[in-house]
């Protein structure tokens, strides 16, 4: 019986060795050199409404791969499925990060780009992104005719060599010009680059020793296991940076210390500040739009997805631009990047894209930014996320993921019967853009089934940060004591 292959929020993932196996790669291979092929794709809705050139099948696929376990295999096992289905294809020669790869699918006019990672999943998970050729996240309607391509059975592959392409330095090359180097040079900093041994390491450090910047790299080594962590940007998983930049306060004097931290694919970013504080993704992405406004004199509409801060909304409107709220999933924010009608996007899991750069969320570029930040004020982040508070108010947020199987049984019993109050706080409104959030006078909570795992998620955002906690708690007693 043939397994089930959905496209999610980003893509299709499965466990290695039981859903992710060499046989449905080399079906989604197959389905998307169908696809590629099928004359009906040049009446796509979204190609005419975005203006985006379609790229013929001969215009060929790059495959690209990050550091987990065999990912460098399945990248070629799909090659092998695409040039079989008469696309050209190629692999790239080393682990590579998501935006790097985008960025090429969209300079070089091809007619798409296959990215063999989990994100941030654990690292059992490994899956498959597709970027079209504007170099972003796939549209629902694209993945949907990925998947009516689907042959019930693999193709049988022969064992012919595949060429490889690289990106490296056409995409660093393109990030150099999207910064002001000199500023970062000049300025008295010391960054501590966490890859979180996923497949954008080297890549700041190589920009940062071109400058000369003191600066140190960790868990840039290769490990598919990545530490026994998921190499996902969030506080539970910074005590390896948290240690270091505590251990160097003492001995780096004279510089102001940035934590720079990617995910397991590159496209994805947070901080931490000179005491080895967590800075989350809420407060990156507030930052990383207030200096686009404040120091790089930029406007326009931002996009910001349903669980990140209300910051960001508050830091829009304080400059008069439009601020629109958009499902979960970097998908919703392509179209806006793509055709100009957004400045910047943000998401809660730490995606930032930028319309002048990309079509997808680039934690490189990100944390450059963010070195920029620093380097035009002076101020350690620590400083700035004060006078961020100074003028939006106090926010603190966290989040907590419930393994659960029945996480959408358990989602469509909240929508039907939501709590009035939760934790002494009394809901005043209530949203359901994506998943269901409450909405209280101090902040708000969301609960959201995972498109890509067995969780459900608990996102939560407070004036104060034990209120988040009081909150979360309650909610997590409502969906394991009232639900189950």
């Known amino acids: ?60 696929v790059l495959v690209g791969y990050d550091t987990r376990f065999l990912s460098r295999e399945f990248a070629v096992e799909l090659a092998r499925a695409l040039q079989q289905a008469g696309v050209p294809a190629w692999i790239t020669p080393e682990p590579v990060p998501t935006p790097a790869l985008s960025f090429s699918v969209r300079e070089e006019g091809l007619a798409g780009g296959v990215m063999i990672t989990a994100s941030h999943n654990p690292p059992e998970y490994n899956g498959i992104k597709f970027k ?68 954008a390491q080297g890549y700041l450090s190589t920009i940062l020793r071109e400058l000369r910047l003191p600066h140190l790299a960790i868990r840039s080594g290769r490990d598919p296991l990545f530490g026994g962590k998921k190499p996902e940007p969030i506080a539970e998983n910074m005590r390896p940076l948290r240690a270091v930049i505590r251990g160097l306060r ?17 496209d994805r970013a947070a901080g931490m500040n000179e005491q080895g504080e967590f800075l989350d993704t809420h407060r990156t992405a507030s930052l990383l739009l207030w200096h686009l406004f404040r120091n790089r004199n930029l406007r326009g509409p931002v996009l910001k997805s349903f669980a990140l801060t209300d910051m960001v909304r508050k830091l829009a409107d304080a400059e008069g631009v439009p601020c629109q709220e958009i499902k979960i999933g970097f998908k919703w924010a392509v179209e806006g990047l793509v055709t100009g009608t957004a400045m910047f996007a943000a998401e809660e899991s730490g995606g930032y894209g930028y319309a002048w750069h990309l079509p997808e969320r680039d934690g490189i570029l990100s944390g450059l930014l963010l070195l920029e930040l620093v380097a035009t004020t002076r101020k350690p982040l620590s400083s700035l996320v004060e006078e961020l508070f100074a003028r939006v108010g106090p926010h603190y947020y966290s989040r907590r993921d419930l393994t659960l199987p029945n996480r959408l049984e358990i989602a469509e019993k909240l929508e039907k019967n939501p709590p009035d109050t939760l934790a002494g706080h009394s809901v005043k409104a209530l949203e359901n853009l994506d998943g269901l959030k409450l909405r209280f006078a101090r902040g708000w909570l969301l609960f959201r089934a995972s498109g890509t795992e067995p969780i459900l998620r608990l996102y939560c955002e407070m004036d104060d940060p034990r209120e988040v906690q009081k909150v979360l708690a309650a909610a997590e007693d409502l969906v394991k004591g009232g639900l189950l």
């Open 250 to 266: 003492g001995r780096v004097r004279g510089r102001i210390m940035v934590g720079l931290v990617t995910d397991g694919d590159g």
């Open 1 to 60: 019986m043939k397994q089930e292959i959905k496209f999610g929020t980003d893509g299709w993932r499965g466990v290695i060795a039981r859903d992710f196996t060499f046989a449905n790669v080399a079906r989604v291979g197959a389905a998307l050199g169908s696809y590629l092929r099928d004359p009906q794709r040049k009446e796509m809705q979204v190609y005419r409404e975005w203006g985006v050139r379609l790229q013929p099948p001969e215009a060929g």
């Open 132 to 199: 079209p050729e504007y170099g972003g996240s796939a549209t629902e309607e694209i993945t949907r005719e990925i998947e009516a391509h689907l042959p019930p059975q693999p193709p049988k592959l022969d064992q012919t060599e595949v060429p490889t392409k690289g990106v490296r330095e056409h995409y660093l090359e393109k990030v150099r010009k999207a910064v002001n180097l000199e500023l970062i040079r000049q300025a008295p900093l010391f960054p501590v680059v966490d890859a979180m041994y996923g497949s």
